[in-house]
Each structure stands twice: as C-alpha cells, then as structure tokens.
C-alpha cells in the first residue's frame, strides 16, 4: 500500500548488502525495538514511543544528544538536547520496501517541512541488499550532513545485524 509521493529528481542513492536474511533486516527497520538497537546518528539515543506500521501510520521517537560533539551543536542551533521527531508512513510493502516523509522541524530559521526516504530491501540469498533514497533537504548543507548521518546510521544497522546474528 502507498499513498504515492515520488523521489526528487536530485536525491541521493545510499546502498548496503548486509549478511543476513532480508526478514531480519525488515525486522530492524520496522520495530520499536529494532529501531532503537541502531537508528540514531552517531552520538544520538533513540527510543521509539509510537509505531503505526502503514501508508499514513506514524513513528514518533525522541532521539537524546549524548556525546560531547552532539550536545555542541544541537546548543549551538538553539535545539534542545532532547526532541521528539515524527514521520509518517507513506509505503509498507514487507520485507521489500518502506517509504516515509521525516518532518524537518529542527533547524533554526526554516519553517517545518517533509522529505520523501525510501527504502528498498531485496534478498539476495543469504545476504541482503538495501538502497535508501533520500529527498533533498532546503540547503546543500544540511543536506550533506543529513546525507552523512544517514550513512552512518546504515554502518549502525550492520552492527546490529552482526550482533543478532552472531
């Protein structure tokens, strides 16, 4: 089911094959628990208070700043250390694909917007393939950094196949 947003033409394309079966990976995409192993940039804490897992369905999360750098810069843009973000669900296709629109209402001086992510999972025998595609943020550099993090958490998501797989 989907309710039908398309990528931008200028998104980005990040991509992962993982070493485990595409359910495990699903798994970790799509459940409070799952999420919370892993979904967080760098420095970051996740904990999951809402799950509606379909087309229009939300997640809602706080993510915490916990290491020196994050608690920096989230003081130095004026955000608080703790936030409570949203996304909403816009395509549910298990295990194959997810696809949501996070709110950006974070940065400083920019009115609150929504860019489209989209995850396709494909199993590959044994191992997983997964290509992210994220939408453009309002600037080039915020849209590296959002680009950036969202690699990172990707490298995260490995970490915690590797750790119930092993």
């Known amino acids: 089911m ?30 409070a628990a799952g999420l919370e ?7 970051f804490a996740t ?19 916990t290491a020196p750098e994050q608690v920096a810069f989230m003081r130095e843009t004026g955000n608080p250390l703790t936030a409570e973000l949203l996304k909403t669900f816009t395509e549910v296709v298990a295990p194959t694909r997810l696809a949501y629109l996070p709110r950006v ?21 044994d191992r997983t393939n997964l290509v992210m595609t994220i939408d453009p943020l309002h600037d080039e550099a915020w849209t590296r950094e959002y680009r ?19």
């Open 148 to 166: 950036a993090h969202r690699g990172t958490e990707l490298d995260n998501l490995e970490a915690a196949i590797r750790r119930r797989t092993n």
């Open 47 to 65: 904990r999951v208070g809402e799950i509606e897992l379909k087309p229009g369905g939300r997640l809602r999360y706080t993510m915490t700043a």
């Open 105 to 125: 209402d974070f940065v400083p001086g920019t009115d609150p917007y929504e860019h489209l992510t989209v995850i396709d999972i494909e199993a590959a025998g």
């Open 37 to 43: 192993e892993w979904w967080a940039p760098d420095g």
């Open 2 to 31: 989907t309710t039908e947003p398309a990528s931008s033409p200028d998104a980005a394309r990040l991509e992962r094959a993982y070493d485990a079966p595409a359910e495990l990976v699903w798994e970790l995409l799509t459940t």
